[in-house]
């Protein structure tokens, strides 16, 4: 017996000496949990090795790397929150964090933030990220949509070369689709929309679309104006007027149509500024390619995005040493490692100054060149937004871009239907 409870006791001695710095309450180190969505291969191995260097370098503060994914981040997300085992440190999207935001699983970083961090990044990114009075998310990397074009099928046409100085309007780039497509089942543009309603709204900005309205009162109600009509009008009479648009990438997401824009079905592919990496990659030997902007309205260029975002846990017992470290991984010179590695954008106005970011290879120049012009996404904020644009407006923009209902209905849906799945989260 008193073997036994020795061995027990020694047993009880030693995992409070392991687990000690993970609660501050012993003199070992602080151990974090950072939870990641990076995938690719170069992004992957860019935050592992940052954070192998800080590990390097900060003996008292461990760093333990998690690999998450995009497809599961929420609910996964959720069940770590009420199961009390969140990470520490979040990466995700700032389209995905009002509720847990107002739900209190996330830290208000207001306080804690250092002044370098903050005046990097301009105000209009934090906004993606502002909810109420608090700040949830450090936003670091944002994706604008721009058109990839099959050069060579661009420079034979003849058709004006937009720029970012002087790109199309939409109603010019209508008209250059229609000038491109050649019967055969060749068409000037292919949009894959599977996921309608984000590319539309945040496309929509650059007409000045707004869709949702807060009240004096707080309360977002939805109107759908004619400022909200541009962009939906021009794919939906691309695609079934000028038959200019394949109607057959409608429902196809943005990976799935390039076979057929390598294969010179498609003059011009709308995609997030990311798709480069994929096309660099995948392009057959002598297909030529380039970055477009994409097309401008009554608000030039402006385009809403969901910046990719890090986080901290409200029941995180080690805040300041997880601001810490978000603060080193978004460093000017590890954010450029970070958008490299990602093929995107860094927000950081330094980051944005980098050489290897303003090169005219794979689009680059083209990509900063729009940075100026990105808005905080238009339903960031809105509680409610997930449940209306799963049960309310993808199946009404899916059947309107399809011809199978037109304006007037799409409208009515947007507005009257999601209108009663707002009020039930403003109440």
């Given at each position: 017996?008193?073997?036994?409870?020795?061995?027990?006791?020694?047993?009880?001695?030693?995992?409070?000496?392991?687990?000690?710095?993970?609660?501050?309450?012993?003199?070992?180190?602080?151990?974090?949990?950072?939870?990641?969505?990076?995938?690719?291969?170069?992004?992957?191995?860019?935050?592992?090795?940052?954070?192998?260097?800080?590990?390097?370098?900060?003996?008292?503060?461990?760093?333990?790397?998690?690999?998450?994914?995009?497809?599961s981040v929420?609910?996964?997300?959720?069940?770590?929150?009420?199961?009390?085992?969140?990470?520490?440190?979040?990466?995700?999207?700032?389209?995905?964090?009002?509720?847990?935001?107002?739900?209190?699983?996330?830290?208000?970083?207001?306080?804690?933030?250092?002044?370098?961090?903050?005046?990097?990044?301009?105000?209009?990114?934090?906004?993606?990220?502002?909810?109420?009075?608090?700040?949830?998310?450090?936003?670091?990397?944002?994706?604008?949509?721009?058109?990839?074009?099959?050069?060579?099928?661009?420079?034979?046409?003849?058709?004006?070369?937009?720029?970012?100085?002087?790109?199309?309007?939409?109603a010019?780039?209508?008209?250059?689709?229609?000038?491109?497509?050649?019967?055969?089942?060749?068409?000037?543009?292919?949009?894959?929309?599977?996921?309608?309603?984000?590319?539309?709204?945040?496309?929509?900005?650059?007409?000045?679309?707004?869709?949702?309205?807060?009240?004096?009162?707080?309360?977002?109600?939805?109107?759908?104006?004619?400022?909200?009509?541009?962009?939906?009008?021009?794919?939906?009479?691309?695609?079934?007027?000028?038959?200019s648009?394949?109607?057959?990438?409608?429902?196809?997401?943005?990976?799935?149509?390039?076979?057929g824009f390598?294969?010179?079905?498609y003059?011009?592919?709308?995609?997030?500024?990311?798709?480069?990496?994929?096309?660099?990659?995948?392009?057959?030997?002598?297909?030529?390619?380039?970055?477009?902007?994409?097309?401008?309205?009554?608000?030039?260029?402006?385009?809403?995005?969901?910046?990719?975002?890090?986080?901290?846990?409200?029941?995180?017992?080690?805040?300041?040493?997880?601001?810490?470290?978000?603060?080193?991984?978004?460093?000017?010179?590890?954010?450029?490692?970070?958008?490299?590695?990602?093929?995107?954008?860094?927000?950081?106005?330094?980051?944005?100054?980098?050489?290897?970011?303003?090169?005219?290879?794979?689009?680059?120049?083209?990509?900063t060149?729009?940075?100026?012009?990105?808005?905080?996404a238009?339903?960031?904020?809105?509680?409610?937004?997930?449940?209306?644009?799963?049960?309310?407006?993808?199946?009404?923009?899916?059947?309107?871009?399809?011809?199978?209902?037109?304006?007037?209905?799409?409208?009515?849906?947007?507005?009257?239907?999601?209108?009663?799945?707002?009020?039930?989260?403003?109440?």
């Open positions: 017996m008193r073997t036994r409870l020795a061995g027990v006791l020694a047993l009880v001695l030693l995992l409070a000496g392991c687990t000690s710095g993970g609660d501050g309450s012993g003199t070992g180190p602080v151990t974090l949990r950072f939870q990641s969505l990076a995938w690719q291969e170069e992004s992957v191995e860019a935050n592992q090795e940052l954070v192998k260097e800080w590990n390097a370098t900060h003996p008292d503060v461990k760093v333990e790397y998690v690999q998450g994914s995009w497809d929420h609910d996964q997300l959720l069940t770590s929150f009420e199961g009390g085992e969140a990470p520490d440190i979040i990466h995700d999207a700032s389209d995905d964090l009002a509720d847990f935001a107002y739900g209190g699983y996330l830290a208000d970083l207001t306080d804690l933030l250092p002044a370098r961090l903050k005046s990097d990044i301009p105000q209009r990114s934090w906004e993606a990220t502002t909810f109420g009075e608090g700040v949830y998310g450090v936003p670091f990397l944002q994706e604008p949509r721009v058109l990839i074009a099959n050069a060579t099928w661009l420079k034979e046409s003849g058709v004006r070369i937009p720029t970012p100085r002087h790109p199309w309007s939409w010019e780039f209508r008209d250059i689709t229609d000038r491109l497509s050649a019967g055969d089942g060749k068409y000037g543009v292919a949009w894959p929309l599977k996921e309608p309603v984000s590319a539309t709204l945040n496309l929509s900005l650059s007409a000045g679309g707004r869709l949702f309205h807060r009240g004096a009162d707080g309360k977002v109600t939805i109107r759908f104006e004619a400022a909200d009509e541009t962009v939906p009008r021009t794919i939906h009479d691309q695609a079934n007027t000028d038959h648009a394949s109607p057959t990438t409608l429902g196809s997401g943005g990976s799935d149509t390039l076979p390598f294969g010179g079905k003059a011009m592919v709308p995609l997030g500024f990311s798709y480069r990496q994929q096309i660099a990659q995948q392009a057959p030997k002598g297909f030529r390619w380039q970055v477009l902007p994409a097309p401008a309205g009554a608000d030039g260029l402006a385009q809403g995005v969901s910046p990719q975002t890090l986080s901290v846990a409200e029941d995180s017992p080690h805040q300041k040493e997880a601001v810490a470290f978000i603060d080193f991984l978004l460093r000017p010179q590890n954010m450029v490692r970070l958008a490299l590695g990602d093929w995107m954008l860094p927000t950081g106005t330094r980051a944005l100054k980098d050489p290897a970011l303003r090169t005219a290879e794979n689009g680059w120049a083209t990509g060149a729009l940075a100026a012009h990105l808005r905080s238009p339903a960031q904020s809105v509680r409610g937004y997930p449940e209306w644009k799963d049960k309310v407006a993808t199946p009404a923009f899916q059947e309107y871009y399809s011809g199978a209902i037109g304006l007037r209905e799409l409208r009515e849906r947007l507005e009257d239907d999601g209108n009663l799945v707002l009020a039930r989260y403003q109440r």
